[in-house]
């Protein structure tokens, strides 16, 4: 009898790691600096991946969140939640097992989630394809 829990689990993380190419392509597609997708599910309940990015300016930081969102909705993946978009600092947006943060440099710089998070395995792009 296959193991039905290790298929849904495999599953759950094909939708993540696609949730994580469209969030990533948007991103991209706005400029979004320095976009970095870390692998975190062997380390935390709290996603499966994280995606950091940062913009110029806060209103390129919003403009990243509302790509990530148009991106997600339009293909079927609704984001739970979005904090931080008023003060376009750090932007913090809940995609379910993902989670998109996007930073004003400075804030990124300061808040350094990528050495926190060193554990995670950072992706390439061409593994989101």
């Given at each position: 009898m296959p193991n039905s829990n290790q298929d849904a689990i495999r599953a759950d993380l094909e939708i993540s790691k696609k949730i994580c190419r469209l969030a990533y392509n948007a991103l991209d597609d706005k400029q979004g600096m320095d976009i970095k997708v870390l692998d975190i599910h062997d380390i935390s309940v709290l996603a499966d991946y994280f995606i950091i990015a940062h913009g110029n300016n806060s209103n390129h930081v919003q403009a990243l969140i509302d790509a990530v969102?148009?991106?997600?909705?339009?293909?079927?993946?609704?984001?739970?939640?979005?904090?931080?978009?008023?003060?376009?600092?750090?932007?913090?947006?809940?995609?379910e097992r993902v989670i998109v943060h996007v930073f004003h440099k400075d804030a990124r710089l300061f808040y350094d989630l990528e050495r926190i998070w060193s554990d995670g395995r950072v992706m390439s792009a061409e593994e989101l394809n």
């Open positions: 969102d148009d991106e997600l909705s339009k293909n079927g993946y609704p984001v739970k939640s979005v904090e931080g978009y008023q003060s376009g600092t750090w932007v913090l947006m809940d995609c």
